[in-house]
């Protein structure tokens, strides 16, 4: 037997969330609303509305014990996604290693990793080695160059026609 529902709007902003429903754009916005708004109806289960918005039940719950807890702000309060973990590799170190690698006393990613594990104490992976060296190379360019124009019209100059009809020649 399934568990009874609980009171789905204790903040009561049932009528806030009908009208943000109507000037509300499409969106991830507008889809959260219109799943509350199909709950306070009370008519269909969590597999209904998940099937009507063409998504997972259990995100129609989450949606929904979202506004319970925490009302419109709750529900509308999109989470910023994080840029990932910390580089392990300090500014001191990036700067060294960077030096290095301008003064070619580091040749291949190998002797990159073998200097920050003997000189840094940092035991980093291969592929973690090359982003480093990727990133100082972006430092030490600094912003990439602009293309040039080639032809008259932007573009390279044509050498062939189009799908194998000769260029027009000129003379």
Known sequence: MARPRGDLDPHGQAAQVLQRLKREPAGWQRERLLAVKLGL???????????????????????????????????????????????????????????????????????????????????VKLATVYKYLKNSRRAAEGPAPVPRKKGPRGGRKRRAGLRGVPARRDG
């Open 41 to 123: 109806e009370g008519q269909l289960t969590l597999e209904e509305i998940a099937t009507h918005l063409g998504r997972a039940r259990s995100c129609i719950q989450r949606w929904l014990e979202r506004f319970r807890a925490d009302g419109l702000d709750g529900l509308l309060h999109r989470p910023e996604g994080g840029k990932g973990p910390a580089s392990a590799l300090s500014p001191e170190l990036a700067r060294a290693l960077n030096q290095k690698v301008e003064a070619r006393e580091l040749r291949r990613a190998a002797d990159a990793q073998r200097w920050l594990r003997e000189e840094g104490g940092l035991s």
